[in-house]
C-alpha cells in the first residue's frame, strides 16, 4: 500500500482511493444551494400538480412535508452520504417534490469520485425516473425518450459531481504544496541563522582566547614575579592594555553581526587571512613567545576561505601553548603549493610539572578546529610525540 501525503495519490493493491475532507459548509453555500433545489422540487411539484388538478389537496400537502423534510435530511448528507441519496432517490418516486433534494444528493456523492457508489447511486436514479415517468400520468412520456431524458440528466450530474470533486482535490493538493513548502522554507531559514550563529561563537571563541590568554599571562606575571624592573612591569602594562582594548574591540564587532541578524550572510569583520599569520606571530612574540617558524608558502595566494581557516589553526594553536605550556618554544610550520594542499603543524614541548598559567578553558577549542578543517575539506589531528611534544597538525586542500 502506498500512500503519499499531501498528493493523495490512489494506493496501490485494490485499495479505495483516497480524497481530502470535502470544505467547510458555510452559510452562503448552503443558502444557494438549498434554494436552487427549493426552486426545482417546486417547479416540478407545480407541472404535476397543476397538470392534473384531480389530485386531492391533501396529497399535495403531504408531498410538500415529505419535500421539506428531505431538505432537513440533506444536513446529514455528508456523513451518510450513499444512505441519504438512496433513501431520498427512492422517496422521490411517490412524492415528486423530493427530486431537487434527491439531486443535491446525488451530486454530494459524486464529488467522492467513487465508482462503486456512483454506478449504483445512476442505476437507481435512472430506475426511479423511469418508473415516474411510466405511472404518473402529469409526466408519462415515450419510453425510449424518458430513458434517453433520465439517462442523459444522471450522466449530466456525475460528470458535473466529478468535477467538483477534482476541483477540490486539486485546490487541497496545491494548499498542502504550499504549506509543505512555506515549512521547509522555515526550516531552512532556522537552521541557516543556527549555522551562522555557531559560525559567529566560533569567531567569537577564536578571537577572545587569543587577546584574553595574552592578557592573563602577563597578569600573571605581574603578579607573581617581584623582580621586575619599571621598564618590564610598564611593557607588561603596556600589553595588557592593548590586548584588553583590541578584545573589547573584536567582541563589538561579532556582538554587532549578531545584533544585526544577517540570517544566512557570511560572517562579518573580524575576517583575517592568511597573509595576517605573520602578524600573529609578531603579536605573540611581543608577548614573550618563543616561537621558531618555517613557512615556505605563498599565503597571499591561498584562497580566501582556505587562508582564513589556517589563520584559525595557527591562532588557536598559539593559544593553547600560551595557556597549558607557558614559557616554552613553540615551532610553527606551514608549507605547499597550489594542487599539493597545505600542511601545517605546531607543536611545543610539554611543560614540566605541568605548570600552567590558570586561565580557564572550555575544552572545545580542538574540537571547533577539528570543524573548522573538516567543514574546508581537510584533516586535523593532534598527538603527543614520543619525545614529549604535543603536536597539531592540520591539512587543506589548495586547489591548483
Known amino acids: 500500500m502506498v500512500v503519499e501525503i499531501g498528493r493523495l495519490t490512489a494506493p496501490t493493491l485494490g485499495c479505495v482511493r483516497t480524497t481530502p475532507p470535502p470544505p467547510p459548509l458555510t452559510l452562503w453555500g448552503e443558502t444557494w444551494r438549498y434554494a436552487l433545489i427549493t426552486l426545482i422540487g417546486a417547479m416540478i411539484v407545480v407541472a404535476r400538480y397543476a397538470e392534473l388538478p384531480s389530485y386531492p389537496d391533501w396529497l399535495l400537502v403531504v408531498d410538500i412535508l415529505v419535500g421539506l423534510a428531505s431538505l432537513v435530511a440533506l444536513h446529514w448528507r455528508r456523513r451518510y452520504p450513499m444512505t441519504i441519496a438512496l433513501v431520498l432517490t427512492a422517496v422521490s418516486v411517490p412524492c415528486i417534490s423530493v427530486a431537487g433534494p434527491s439531486l443535491l444528493a446525488f451530486v454530494s456523492v459524486a464529488t467522492r469520485r467513487r465508482w462503486r457508489e456512483i454506478i449504483p447511486l445512476s442505476l437507481a436514479t435512472i430506475a426511479a425516473g423511469l418508473v415516474v415517468s411510466e405511472f404518473d400520468p402529469a409526466l408519462r412520456d415515450p419510453l425510449l425518450v424518458s430513458l434517453a431524458s433520465n439517462v442523459g440528466l444522471t450522466a449530466l450530474v456525475v460528470v458535473w459531481g466529478m468535477y467538483v470533486g477534482s476541483r477540490r482535490e486539486l485546490l487541497r493538493t496545491l494548499v498542502d504544496r504550499a504549506e509543505t513548502a512555506e515549512s521547509e522554507q522555515a526550516a531552512r531559514v532556522a537552521q541557516a541563522r543556527t549555522a551562522e550563529r555557531a559560525r559567529i561563537a566560533r569567531e567569537m571563541h577564536d578571537v577572545l582566547a587569543h587577546r584574553i590568554s595574552m592578557v592573563s ?10 623582580d621586575l624592573s619599571p621598564e618590564e612591569i610598564r611593557r607588561s ?16 564587532e561579532v556582538l554587532g553581526v549578531l545584533r544585526d541578524d544577517s540570517g544566512d550572510a557570511a560572517p562579518e569583520l573580524p575576517q583575517p587571512s592568511a597573509r595576517d599569520i605573520a602578524t600573529l606571530i609578531a603579536e605573540a612574540r611581543a608577548t614573550g613567545m618563543v616561537i621558531d617558524e618555517s613557512i615556505k608558502a605563498d599565503l597571499d595566494a591561498l584562497p580566501v576561505g582556505t587562508g ?7 591562532q588557536e594553536s598559539l593559544t593553547n601553548a600560551r595557556k597549558h605550556a607557558p614559557h616554552t618554544a613553540v615551532f610553527v610550520g606551514v608549507h605547499g603549493s597550489p594542487g599539493t594542499g597545505i600542511d601545517m603543524a605546531i607543536s611545543n614541548p610539554l611543560p614540566l610539572g605541568g605548570t600552567q598559567n590558570g586561565t580557564p578553558g572550555a575544552g572545545l577549542g580542538l574540537v571547533g578546529l577539528a570543524e573548522r578543517v573538516h567543514l574546508a575539506g581537510g584533516e586535523f589531528g593532534h598527538r603527543l610525540t614520543p619525545d614529549g611534544r604535543f603536536e597539531i597538525h ?6 591548483a
Open 308 to 314: 582564513r581557516t589556517a589563520y584559525r589553526v595557527i
Open 237 to 252: 602594562a603596556e600589553i595588557i592594555q592593548s590586548s584588553s582594548h583590541e578584545a573589547l574591540v573584536e567582541l563589538r
Open 394 to 399: 592540520a591539512r587543506l586542500p589548495w586547489p
Open 217 to 226: 599571562l602577563h597578569a600573571g606575571a605581574l603578579a607573581y614575579r617581584t
